[in-house]
């Protein structure tokens, strides 16, 4: 007998990212008996992944066949197959932000692994700290006024009497178990004897013991064992004793049962959790069966803290942290973001945030809905919903933490759209209102003030609130759950404005998600933001610039950031205002030194741009769209952030939208974009963005001649096209040229612009790049240029020299964007307008072109008739001759 290993590949599907074939294959270990029969043995199940890259709009069905060969897993005969999952990856890309859309290289810088805004937020050391200081100064207070014996253990706990504690938590009798556990977990928070105790041989099993079966008995002594246990947490060695004595999974049993309580008492008082929560955090009167159920939650607040505290610990460790993901940790968590516990919600969205950095985790918080509990905790468009609307007490802290989730959940596509529909762009577009600029610590996370605790109620201060608590009973328990839990008193706001708009940002990741800004107030209220920014906005304001950016690629939008003279705010930034005097600009190679030498007087340039701008706007708009912009032009001086990529880039996405009113916008600034763009002081990511810009600016009736005649631009651009590829990085000069080609053919709109065009040598530069462009965006705007050459006189009589482009349109026609077809009819139907032989040849080119399918078929008709009129030509000479091979042999024999 032989042993070997077989691998049976299965199905493919495509991956959640439309990037990534998975092939789920089995990998099977056969053994080969003596008479040759196969047994399988075992049965293994696996799965490969196939990155499918698609740049642009290559040949599918090649980049299929070259998959097929290049995996093992994979016969020739999946061909097909895999290429069909290329092009729902390829409608994928084209349909979603993965997509080459207009906005989507305006901040492309921007979307780097570890910015801020587009990757997870982690729970790092210094939120641990804080939510550390927190659970201790909660701990203390919550466990002398939950449980009286933790009260009566706080003043006679000694280490000399550990033996004693250890012999009472074998009692029958409960009470002196919990007074034991309660004494115990009273010296494990002391650090001084914490490793001691750890250390002790019988210590944690006898507790362990306890716990699994006792601690149901009982929530006072489940109490004082969970504190005792989150205590010795805090000892990273100690983990794995935890693990061994499976305090997590009892844990998580004993908070399941907590959970199936409150379920029973909101059946029995037919109220929902959820509604007394709520009311909670908006400080709502309630009405006597919510107050019932809000005293049974109270009671139950501090096991169920220190129980998700202690797991929150126990989960540094990855692996525990997937067993407890397994065994419904996310469906325990994601059921108590009901409570109305200002203080258990963080922790509880802490805990969720630090599970969201797996794609796994978030596909199940997905399915259990939890973006509608979390727009719960987030204030309305008024900007008062609840406990969390302000910044008083813990409310700050909650709606960081709320926020910090949702950036995480919000890398998921299923996700987001959940939270449109939940309504989420219209609250966190509301928070926008807030006084939420604070100053941000290193972490994002601010400092508690030193003098926060006056302010925090009684209720957590310790002892004088556990003798308040028996004395006054269930009343007491009832206003402590309506009082503000005093969490997170600080001078300072937590720095929520990043947050805000870096999940606004990925709700606009999506075209028909941004469409419901327009029912929002983030527009102005974004260009408020934009206009007071600092430059450069790389730095100062990424997730700002990468948000105003994505907005603008929705057209209407665009519209909307165009209205009201915000247009002409923003490129007098650039710019200047209209009527700037004219200064020498500054050479290229001191563009950095002079912007940051004009320091002090940014802000004052900056302000009296957006204020000149302001003040002609409504008075002088029409006029100067009216106007012909053809007047003698001086150089002006650039505006104050004439150097900032990110708001060209803004510029240019504004620009790209075929929308006449937003178009004629930019005319009255024309000339001043192209005397910034000649002068040689823009930096390279500067100047592309400029010129990028410039492309689509097709403006309608504009007389482009007299501006090149006024700056030269053309003259500017031949020299460009010529050696712009030695100053410029290959990739950069590649995007550049589909920029350059784009301006050149918007230039060229008349006869006295061609003639212009013609005289600086451009149309040879068309030419080539037509020749050289095989595929994708360059293809397309080679095309297009071409056809507003051809549709002047004096560029098309250059380039019906080259006989051979009329033929290259014609194969165009069948191309399958229908941005190139249409680009390349309209080019041979101004070939055909320049002479009649033109015409009778472009008719045939054409004709072909469309019926190529038919003709194909007639000449492989002609063929065969050919073919077999051949043959049978041959059959009969064949057949004579083997007559007269037969006579002669017969003549032969009869001799």
């Known amino acids: 007998m032989s042993t070997r290993r077989k691998v049976r590949p299965g199905r493919m599907a495509l991956a959640d990212d439309g990037r990534t074939i998975e092939l789920h294959y089995e990998s099977l270990e056969v053994t080969v008996l003596p008479n040759g029969e196969e047994v399988v043995q075992s049965t293994k199940q696996g799965m490969k992944r196939i990155m499918c890259e698609l740049l642009e709009a290559s040949d599918l069905y090649s980049a299929a066949q070259s998959i097929v060969q290049d995996c093992k897993l994979l016969h020739a005969g999946r061909v097909d197959e895999v290429n069909l999952l290329l092009e729902e990856a390829q409608r994928r890309q084209q349909g979603g932000e993965e997509a080459q859309s207009p906005t989507s290289g305006a901040f492309a810088c921007l979307q780097q692994p570890g910015n801020s805004f587009t990757a997870p937020h982690a729970v790092s050391e210094a939120d641990r700290q804080q939510l550390h200081e927190e659970q201790q100064q909660y701990l203390q207070a919550a466990a002398a006024s939950a449980t009286q014996a933790m009260a009566a253990a706080a003043g006679s706990a000694r280490l000399s009497r550990i033996d004693e504690y250890l012999e009472a938590l074998y009692e029958e009798d409960p009470g002196p178990k919990t007074a034991a556990a309660a004494a115990i977990a009273l010296l494990l928070r002391d650090p001084a004897v914490l490793g001691v105790l750890a250390a002790h041989p019988t210590l944690l099993q006898a507790l362990a013991r306890l716990l699994r079966e006792d601690a149901k008995k009982s929530s006072e002594l489940s109490t004082c064992l969970l504190m005792a246990f989150f205590a010795v947490s805090h000892l990273p060695h100690a983990h794995s004793l935890l693990v061994q004595n499976q305090v997590g999974s009892l844990t998580m049993d004993l908070l399941d049962l907590e959970l199936r309580r409150a379920e029973l008492w909101q059946q029995q008082e037919g109220v929902a959790a959820a509604d007394v929560g709520a009311r909670l955090l908006r400080r709502e009167p309630l009405q006597p069966q919510e107050q019932r159920l809000a005293v049974a939650l109270a009671r139950q607040e501090p096991l169920v803290y220190v129980g998700i505290s202690l797991l929150l610990s126990m989960a540094e460790d990855a692996a525990v942290e997937q067993k407890m993901v397994k065994k419904g940790l996310l469906t325990l968590l ?490 390349a009819d309209a080019a041979l139907d101004a070939i055909a307008g320049a002479s009649e032989e033109w015409r009778t040849s472009v008719q045939r080119l054409k004709f072909e072109a469309y019926n190529r399918e038919w003709l194909q078929v007639v000449r492989q008709l002609d063929a065969a008739v050919t073919k077999e009129g051949l043959q049978v030509r041959t059959a009969g000479l064949g057949g004579q001759f083997n007559q007269q091979r037969q006579c002669t042999v017969a003549t032969v024999g009869v001799r």
């Open 334 to 823: 994601v059921a108590l973001l009901s409570r109305g516990s200002v203080r258990l919600l963080v922790l509880v969205t802490t805990f969720l945030r630090k599970l969201s950095v797996a794609a796994d985790n978030r596909a199940e918080l997905r399915e259990l809905e939890v973006v509608g509990q979390l727009a719960a905790l987030l204030p309305g468009q008024s900007g008062a919903a609840g406990g969390s609307a302000g910044q008083e007490g813990g409310a700050g802290q909650l709606l960081s933490s709320v926020l910090r989730l949702l950036h995480n959940l919000s890398l998921d596509r299923g996700m987001r759209q959940q939270m449109v529909a939940a309504g989420m762009v219209g609250k966190v577009a509301g928070l926008l209102e807030l006084e939420l600029d604070g100053p941000p610590s290193s972490n994002g996370v601010s400092s508690s003030a030193g003098d926060a605790g006056d302010a925090r109620p009684a209720s957590i201060t310790g002892q004088p609130a556990a003798v308040a608590m028996q004395a006054q009973g269930e009343h007491l328990l009832l206003q402590q759950a309506q009082q503000n839990d005093g969490l997170g008193q600080t001078n300072e706001g937590p720095y929520l404005l990043t947050l805000v708009l870096g999940l606004l940002y990925h709700l606009s990741l999506q075209d028909k998600h941004r469409s419901m800004f327009l029912y929002t107030d983030a527009v102005p209220k974004l260009h408020a933001m934009l206009i007071r920014a600092s430059s450069p906005l790389a730095a100062t304001s990424p997730e700002l610039a990468a948000l105003v950016i994505s907005l603008a690629g929705n057209a209407r939008l665009a519209e909307e950031m165009a209205r009201l003279g915000r247009l002409e705010q923003l490129l007098a930034l650039v710019l200047g205002p209209v009527d700037a005097a004219p200064q020498t600009q500054a050479p290229a190679a001191s563009s950095g030194n002079g912007a940051a030498a004009a320091g002090s007087q940014q802000e004052e340039a900056r302000a009296a741009a957006a204020n000149s701008e302001t003040m002609n706007h409504l008075s002088e708009e029409q006029q100067q769209l009216q106007e012909d912009a053809a007047q003698p032009l001086q150089p002006p001086a650039g505006g104050p952030d004439w150097n900032d990529e990110l708001l060209w880039k803004l510029l240019q996405c504004m620009a790209q939208h075929e929308s006449e009113p937003l178009r004629l916008r930019f005319r009255p600034a024309l000339a001043r974009m192209a005397v910034l763009i000649t002068a040689g002081s823009l930096s390279q990511p500067v100047f592309a963005a400029a010129l990028g810009c410039l492309a689509w600016l097709d403006i309608p009736g504009h007389d482009y001649s007299q501006l090149l005649a006024a700056t030269q631009l053309h003259t500017f651009l031949a020299q460009l096209a010529a050696h712009g590829g030695d100053s410029f990085e290959e990739q950069s000069w590649e995007r550049m040229r589909v920029d350059l080609v784009h301006a050149l053919g918007v230039l060229c709109a008349c006869e006295a612009s061609a003639e212009m065009l013609v005289s600086a040598g451009v149309v040879e530069v068309l030419h080539s790049f037509i020749l050289e462009s095989e595929d994708g965006e360059a293809l397309l705007a080679a095309t297009v240029a071409a056809a507003r050459f051809m549709a002047q006189g004096p560029t098309r009589a250059v380039l019906l020299v080259h006989a051979e482009l009329a033929a290259h349109f014609a194969e165009l026609l069948q191309h399958r964007h229908r941005g190139v077809v249409r680009a």
